[in-house]
C-alpha cells in the first residue's frame, strides 16, 4: 500500500518529457518532487504563472510570487508570469498537457466530484471545473477509499460533479486504474496489495486483466 | 496624452455607492487593491455586489468589508479562509455565486471587450450549467455565460503613469488585467506612479485607455497567505 | 462649400477633452490636423497602437510603426502598442470615444455603407464593421455627392451595408447633419450654402429647423 | 524548460502538406512571417487556405504565394493592394471570405482559449451575418461567430527565448500573439532568439507553452509600403 509520497511518486511516471503540467493542490502538489530530472517538464499555476521551480529560500519570499495554493515560490530560467484570461487559455485551449488533481469521488465512467459536499461549507470550485473540462489528459490522486473506509471509485458519484467523462486514470494508494467504457481497468496493484482488496475498496465496476502487475516505483 | 491621475483613493472613489457591483483584482491576497478596500471601509458604503476570485481572509483583504457586513454577494470561484466569510454565508446573510476561476475571468474579459456572451466546457453537467444554455461545438458540449456588469473595477498594478498605463508584477498579475475597463469606471493603484512616457510602449500590460483613474497607492501591507520556504542548502537545521 | 480639410476642420470640433478617437482613412486621417491643443486627445489605430503622433521626420521611419492605413507613424508620450484582440476590445468594448469614417452612402435611418459596390473588386471591410457596429458616436466625413452629382444621404442604401443604424452625425462639404428618428435634422450649413442646395443634394428625408446658422471653423 | 527551438525554416515547416489551413500573422506587410513564406513557397505547397488579415502585395508577403497558385482561399478582412490576387479572384481561382477586422482577431483568439464561439455586434445587419445565427443581448443584436481550426500558425517576433517565449515591437504585433497556440502547430521566427532565462518573464508577451517551434530568421526586409514623412524643421524644401 502507498503513502501519499507513493502515489505522486507512481503519477510522476506519467508525466512524459516536453509535457506542462498543471498541479492541485495535495497529493498533486508532491508529484513536481518526483518528476525525472533528465526530461523537460514545466509547471503552470492558474493564477498566472509557467515555470514554477521550489519554494524560495528563507528571507527571499515574494509576496507577488505565489502559486494557485497561495504559497510562495520561485521561477526557472524561461517562466512567464500572465494574466487569469490567458492563463485559462492555456487550459481550456488544451495546451496543458497533464493535469493531476484530487478528488472526492470518481466514477467508472470518468465523472468526477471534488468541490461540494451538500450541507457543509463549500469553499469553491475555483479552477477544478475548467480544469477538467478542458484537459484531454486528467489523471486523478487520492485514497482508494475514504476515513470511513467506503470506496470512493464508484458506480456513479453521490455527490455534486466537478465534471462528466473526463477522469483518464486514477492512481491510489492500492492500484493504478484507467477509465474505460467498461469501468475501471486495473492496470497496477500498489506493493503489496492483492487484487481481491481492490476488488473490495471499489464500488463501482472493475475490469481485471488476468495478470495485474506491481506498480514499479 | 489623457490625465487619468487622482491624488488619492479618496478622490479615485467618488461616485461610489451603496447598492453598487464591484470588480476587485487580486488572487488570495496577491494582487489586491488594498487601498480601494479601505476606503471602502472607510466610506461605509452598504449592500455590495462583488466580483473577485477570493472574499480575502478575516482581517485582511475583502474580509474587512464582510466584517462591516458591507456585502450581499459574493461572486468567486473560491471563498475558503474566511470564518466571519463562513458564517455570513450560512445565516444567509451573504448570497454567495460559485463561478469556474476561468468563467470568471473570461466574464469580466468579455465585458472588457464587448463580447455579450460565450461558451465554455466549464461547469457542463454540474449544477454550474443549471438554467444556462448549453450548446454541442464539433461534438463536445459547451455551456453560454454571458459577460459581466459592474459599476466599478478596483485593480492594483506595480508601475503606472499618468495616462492611465499599467504594468504588473509576477503573479500579482492575476484578475486584475481582465477587470480594466470591464465596469463602467476602472480605478487602478499603483505602487508607483510615473510621468507618461516613462514606460515602453511595448511593456505596457493595460493601454490607459480601459482606466479612468489611477493615484499612487500607500503604506501596501502586500500580506502572504502561505509562506512555504526550503532550506539553505548547508543551513542549519 | 467645404473642401475636403474644411470638413476635417468642422469635425475637429467634436472632438472633446478627454477622448480616444478613432480616424478612418481619407478625410478622417486629416481631423488630427484640426484638433486643438488645449485638449487632451488620443489616438487609436486599430492595427495596434494608442497615442499616435505625427508621420516621422524623413531617416526616421520604422518598419515596425505603421498606422492602419499602412503609413509610417509616430508616438507620443503615454503611447501603448497591443495585439488585434486587445485593440478591438477597445472598439467593440466602447472605450473609444469617437469614431470618424468615410462612407459611399448614409440612410436616413443611420445605415452606412462604404465597403462595396457590387460588380467591382471588393478589398474588404477591414476593421469599419466593427467599429461601426461598437462605436456610440459615430461622425461620418464625405462628400454630400459622388462624383456623378449623386446625393450620398439616402432614405436607403443602395450597396451592401457596413453597419445598421449606427451613424450618429454626418459632416459634408455642405452642411452638418444629426441622425434622427425623424431623418437628417439640418444642424448648420457650410459658409455660401443654402438651406435650398442642400436640399437638393439630399435624398434622405430631411428636416430643416426655423433657423440653420452657418458653421463656425 | 521544454527546448524548442528548431535550426531554420525547413526543419520548423516540417509536416507542411498541400491543402492545409495556416495562419499567418502580420498587418499589411508589417511583422509578417517572411522566412516562413519563403520556406512554404520553396516547398510548393498547393490549395492551402490562408488566414491572414490581409494578402501582402504582388511581390512581397502572401503575393510570392499567390503568384504560384499555392493558395485556393484566402481568409482576410482587407486584401487590397494585390494585382494578382485581385486577378485570380476575379478569375474565381481564388476564394475569398471577408471577415471584420476584429472578428477575424476574435476568432483566432477563440482557438487559442478553447472558446468554441462567440458573439459580436460586428456585421449584424450586413451580408458577413447571413447565414450565422444571431441574437439580441441587452438589447443590442449580436452575430455568433466560431472559433477558426487550422494546421499551422506562422508568426513573427522580434525577441524570442528557446523555451519559445516571445515579445513583440511596435505594431508588429498586430495579429501575431492571437494567433500562437491558435493552430495544432504554431512556429514562431525571431529576429532574435535568446538562451531561456535571458527575458524578463514579467515582459513576455505569448508564453512559450502556445508556440511549438522557434527559430531565428535570417535576411528581414520589412518593407514599407506607405512611406509617410515629415519635413524637419529648418530643413532645406
Known amino acids: ?217 | 496624452m489623457i490625465h487619468k491621475e487622482v491624488a488619492n483613493a479618496k478622490e479615485a472613489l467618488q461616485g461610489v455607492a451603496s447598492g453598487m457591483t464591484f470588480m476587485l483584482g487580486g488572487f488570495g491576497l496577491c494582487g489586491i487593491p488594498e487601498n480601494a478596500i479601505s476606503e471602502l471601509v472607510r466610506l461605509g458604503v452598504k449592500d455590495l455586489t462583488c466580483i473577485s476570485n477570493n472574499a480575502g481572509v478575516d482581517d485582511f483583504g475583502l474580509g474587512l468589508l464582510l466584517q462591516g457586513r458591507q456585502v450581499r454577494k459574493m461572486v468567486s470561484s473560491y471563498v475558503g479562509e474566511n470564518d466571519e466569510f463562513e458564517r455570513q454565508m450560512l445565516s444567509g446573510e451573504l448570497e454567495v455565486e460559485l463561478t469556474p476561476q476561468g468563467t470568471l475571468a473570461e466574464k469580466c474579459r468579455a465585458a472588457q471587450a464587448g463580447i455579450p456572451a460565450f461558451y465554455t466546457p466549464a461547469g457542463f453537467g454540474t449544477e454550474v450549467a443549471e438554467g444556462k444554455e448549453t450548446r454541442e461545438f464539433n461534438g463536445k458540449m459547451y455551456v453560454m455565460e454571458q459577460a459581466f456588469r459592474a459599476d466599478f473595477s478596483f485593480v492594483k498594478a506595480w508601475k503606472g503613469d499618468t495616462a492611465g498605463n499599467l504594468i504588473f508584477k509576477g503573479t500579482a498579475r492575476n484578475f486584475n488585467p481582465v477587470m480594466c475597463g470591464a465596469a463602467a469606471i476602472t480605478v487602478a493603484e499603483v505602487e508607483e506612479l510615473l510621468p507618461a512616457g516613462s514606460l515602453d510602449p511595448n511593456q505596457i500590460h493595460i493601454p490607459g485607455i480601459f482606466v479612468q483613474r489611477i493615484f499612487e497607492g500607500t503604506g501596501y501591507e502586500k500580506r502572504i497567505e502561505q509562506r512555504t520556504v526550503r532550506k539553505r542548502p548547508g543551513s542549519n537545521g
Chains 1, 3 share one sequence.
Open chain 1, 1 to 217: 500500500m502507498l503513502d501519499k509520497n507513493g502515489i505522486a511518486q507512481r503519477i510522476a511516471k506519467e508525466v512524459k518529457d516536453g509535457y506542462y503540467v498543471n498541479l492541485g493542490i495535495g497529493i498533486p502538489t508532491l508529484v513536481a518532487n518526483f518528476v525525472r530530472d533528465d526530461i523537460q517538464v514545466e509547471f503552470q499555476s492558474e493564477n498566472g504563472v509557467l515555470g514554477m521551480g521550489p519554494f524560495p529560500f528563507e528571507g527571499e519570499e515574494d509576496a507577488d510570487l505565489i502559486n494557485a495554493g497561495k504559497q510562495t515560490i520561485t521561477t526557472l530560467p524561461g517562466a512567464s508570469f500572465f494574466d487569469s484570461a490567458l492563463s485559462f487559455s492555456m487550459i481550456r485551449g488544451q495546451h496543458v498537457d497533464l493535469t493531476i488533481l484530487g478528488a472526492m469521488e470518481v466514477a467508472d465512467n470518468g465523472d468526477i466530484a471534488n468541490w461540494k459536499i451538500p450541507g457543509k461549507m463549500v469553499k469553491g470550485m475555483g479552477g477544478a471545473m475548467d480544469l477538467v473540462a478542458s484537459a484531454e489528459n486528467i489523471i486523478v490522486a487520492m485514497m482508494h477509499t475514504n476515513k470511513a473506509g467506503q470506496s470512493k471509485l464508484l458506480k456513479q458519484c453521490t455527490l455534486p460533479l466537478t465534471g462528466v467523462g473526463c477522469v483518464r486514470k486514477v492512481v491510489t494508494n492500492l492500484a493504478v486504474l484507467e477509465v474505460t467504457d467498461d469501468g475501471f481497468l486495473l492496470l497496477e496493484r500498489a506493493p503489496g496489495v492483492s487484487v481481491d482488496e481492490i476488488r473490495k475498496a471499489t464500488l463501482g465496476r472493475l475490469v481485471v486483466p488476468d495478470t495485474v502487475p506491481e506498480m514499479q516505483l
